[in-house]
């Protein structure tokens, strides 16, 4: 089945500063989801990705689909409190509608 | 407004006892989903349905035990068979899509703990 390997698994950064959070899968990714998370509450969906060499951009958040589509990035430019959470990355595999996720990216933003 | 609705936010069980989380959406999504959340970890797939009364085992089902019997409705039982039942769960729901795939919508969670 589809694993998807995310890292780092924490990463504190200091307000203002870029960050990028890496999504590896071990198969080809047809369908491949950011969502961030506060802690103790629901996921809300950040960005989907489809095409090999996709790219797309909402605010200061950039997410990227290598061309090989076994590879994802997540991108924050200027980094600021807000973007505090957990970010994880989904994927569709394994058979149709079965969506997997990793383990999830901690992301502390210091002041 | 539409959504994805769980209950309850807390629960409590006694050890031997099953329990059973509520998960309502009114999107009209065909494809529902059951997760798993451990301190510092991601989401583990527990089960999913594609449609009406049928439904595939996740990544780690045993344990659990779920039904589908109404489109809006996806409920999920923690059986005494779950060994290390504490923990978040997460119900998502999203359209059934035949060539592309679409983004799921998830609840706010159900923190079940036992005690």
């Known amino acids: 089945s589809q694993e998807l390997e995310q890292s780092p698994q924490s990463l504190i950064v200091q307000e203002g500063k870029n960050l990028t959070i890496n999504c590896t899968s071990s198969?080809?990714?047809?369908?491949l989801y950011w969502y961030k998370q506060k802690y103790g509450e629901g996921l809300i969906f950040l960005m989907m990705?489809?095409?090999?060499?996709e790219e797309k951009s909402h605010e200061k958040i950039t997410a990227k689909l290598d061309e090989k589509k076994q590879q994802s990035s997540l991108h924050i430019t200027a980094s600021q409190p807000s973007h505090a959470g957990i970010y994880l990355c989904g994927a569709d595999g394994g058979g149709a509608q079965k969506l997997v996720f990793g383990q999830g990216t901690r992301l502390t933003i210091n002041p | 407004d539409g959504g994805i609705t769980q209950s309850p936010k807390y629960l409590f069980r006694k050890e031997g006892q099953n329990v059973t989380l509520s998960c309502e959406q009114n999107l009209n999504h065909d494809a529902m989903y059951w997760y798993r959340q451990d301190p510092g970890q991601g989401l583990r797939l527990i089960y999913y349905?594609?449609?009406?009364?049928?439904?595939q085992k996740g990544d780690i089902a045993e344990g659990y035990s779920v039904s589908r019997e109404k489109k809006e409705s996806f409920p999920l039982t923690v059986t005494s068979a779950q060994k290390n039942p504490t923990a978040f769960y997460l119900c998502?729901?999203?359209?059934?899509?035949?060539?592309?795939?679409?983004?799921?919508?998830f609840g706010q969670g159900t923190r079940l703990t036992v005690v």
């Open positions: 198969k080809t990714l047809y369908g």
């Open positions: 998502a729901s999203r359209i059934r899509g035949r060539q592309d795939n679409t983004e799921a919508f």
């Open positions: 349905s594609q449609i009406v009364n049928d439904f």
């Open positions: 990705l489809q095409k090999g060499g």
